[in-house]
């Protein structure tokens, strides 16, 4: 997977650059999307051979299929986030521009 945004690591500067925050924001927002695909990947996997009916499975075959063949790809979206995120962090980190560390880190 090629990196959507490159971030250097630059010397503190002590400016705020939007494009570091919105990559930062973005990813933090994308993580959750992306965690919820890798569990209904790994959830209809984990279910293939449970039945909603004596006849009828719970999950198509063909569906679990595709569900196995996207959850390799869908761990790499999150990784990618993830990354994303920590290289966003070491660079505001590096020009001393403020960040939440948590969704409750705001209020604090």
Do not use: N
């Amino acid at each position: 997977m090629t990196a959507l945004l490159s971030l250097d690591l630059t010397p503190a500067i002590g400016a705020f650059d939007a494009r570091i925050s919105d990559a930062w924001r973005i990813s933090s927002q994308e993580v959750g999307e992306a965690i919820r695909f890798v569990k209904q990947y790994q959830r209809v996997i984990a279910e293939r051979d449970e039945m909603l009916t004596p006849a009828f499975r719970l999950h198509d075959a063909a569906y679990v299929d595709v569900c196995e063949k996207r959850l390799p790809w869908a761990l790499s979206v999150y990784l990618g986030h993830v990354r994303r995120i920590s290289e966003a962090e070491a660079e505001m980190e590096a020009r001393g521009m403020a960040f939440a560390k948590s969704s409750y880190a705001w209020g604090e």
